[in-house]
Nanobody
Framework: QVQLVESGGGLVQAGGSLRLSCAAS????????MGWFRQAPGKEREFVAAINWIGVIRKYAASVKGRFTISRNNANNTVYLQMNSLNSEDTAVYYC?????????????????WGQGTQVTVSS
């Protein structure tokens, strides 16, 4: 089974930027859409962004659209989430996930493999 490992999280000042990475081992991203979700303390896990397997079609949550960019490099089995103009509401554990198909989706049930998450904390 594929293992997904997120990295790039950390502490950042409000208005700053971070780039998260998700690398796969024991499997491949080929033919699968990929997504990012996040979960803040006391809140449900929510959709952030998704990208089809080719990397052309993207889908974003309204709260991050225009600030975040999802991209992928299938040759390296890596998915990225570029996060700009971060604010305190972006503080959460961010999870990478592989979809069950090739089209970008926003529901947790549409994703079958999950990473363990990376913490992003935005301070004033």
């Amino acid at each position: 089974q594929v293992q997904l490992v997120e990295s790039g999280g950390g502490l950042v000042q409000a208005g700053g930027s971070l780039r998260l990475s998700c690398a796969a081992s024991g499997g491949t991203f080929n033919s699968y859409a990929m997504g990012w979700f996040r979960q803040a303390p006391g809140k449900e896990r929510e959709f952030v962004a998704a990208i089809n397997w080719i990397g052309v079609i993207r889908k974003y949550a309204a709260s991050v659209k225009g600030r975040f960019t999802i991209s992928r490099n299938n040759a390296n089995n890596t998915v990225y989430l570029q996060m700009n103009s971060l604010n305190s509401e972006d503080t959460a554990v961010y999870y990478c996930a592989r979809a069950r198909g090739s089209d970008p989706k926003s529901g947790q049930a549409d994703f079958g493999s999950w990473g363990q998450g990376t913490q992003v904390t935005v301070s004033s």
